[in-house]
Antibody, heavy 121, light 109 residues
Framework: QEQLQQWGAGLLKPSETLSLTCAVP????????WNWIRQTPGKGLEWIGE???????NYNSSLISRVTISVDTSRNQFSLKLRSVTAADTAVYFC???????????????WGPGTLVTVSS | EIILTQSPDTLSLSPGARATLSCRASQNVGSKHLAWFQQKPGQAPRLLIF???SRASGIPDRFRGSGSGTDFTLTISRLEPEDFAVYYC??????????FGGGTRVEIK
């Protein structure tokens, strides 16, 4: 399977909106949940939210007031927007695919390479 | 929120040694909902184990996951040079939907 591909602006000023997109090469979005996760040295790995191909999304309650995850099935892409960023949002952001095997369980088995987003004035 | 606590923080071992990593949950986690990842510097986490004990595609059989309820273990039977990395446990399904442990670093002694 090809690795997810992701892109977006890497340097933001406080109060701006973080915007990242993740592409799913060679396949459709159906049958999975598509996730955004970020990583900082201080807080480790933090789940941001997920969306399926129908547009049904779930968010981390700590970020729900600022985050929107959307899906574009025609382009096999999904996106993250995080509003009103501060220095605390500086992190490496990953997109990831979550699948489910009825007999074995949930598997987050395909990740993008990560995008370093720095928030600085 | 389910909190995952990993121990130890760091494991210093020689190649060929056996590594035993622990992940303890603050509440019961269904076995289908527990996974282990390996991460190397500058890379995304890589799925090793899902459903507490099923190896992901391409993962060698020296990696073994076990446990249930609140206590889970990742065992690496004989450390190879490429196994020195940071390992995370993860649970899926309890709001927030996904949480990760703080990680265990396996370093060369």
């Amino acid at each position: 399977q090809e690795q997810l591909q992701q892109w977006g602006a890497g340097l933001l000023k406080p109060s701006e909106t973080l915007s990242l997109t993740c592409a799913v090469p060679g396949g459709s979005l159906g049958g999975y949940y598509w996730n955004w996760i970020r990583q900082t040295p201080g807080k480790g790995l933090e789940w941001i939210g997920e969306i399926n191909h129908m547009g049904s999304a779930n968010y981390n309650s700590s970020l729900i007031s600022r985050v929107t995850i959307s899906v574009d099935t025609s382009r096999n892409q999904f996106s993250l927007k995080l509003r009103s960023v501060t220095a605390a949002d500086t992190a490496v952001y990953f997109c990831a695919r979550l699948g489910y095997d009825f007999y074995k369980g949930y598997m987050m088995d395909n990740w993008g390479p990560g995008t370093l987003v720095t928030v600085s004035s | 929120e389910i909190i995952l606590t990993q121990s130890p923080d760091t494991l210093s071992l020689s190649p060929g040694a056996r590594a035993t990593l622990s992940c303890r949950a603050s509440q019961n986690v269904g076995s289908k909902h527990l996974a282990w990842f390996q991460q190397k510097p500058g890379q995304a986490p890589r799925l090793l184990i899902f459903g507490a004990s099923s190896r992901a595609s391409g993962i060698p059989d020296r990696f073994r996951g076990s446990g249930s309820g609140t206590d889970f273990t990742l065992t690496i039977s004989r450390l190879e040079p490429e196994d020195f990395a940071v390992y995370y446990c993860q649970q899926y399904g309890s709001s927030p939907q996904v949480t990760f442990g703080g990680g265990t670093r396996v370093e060369i002694k």
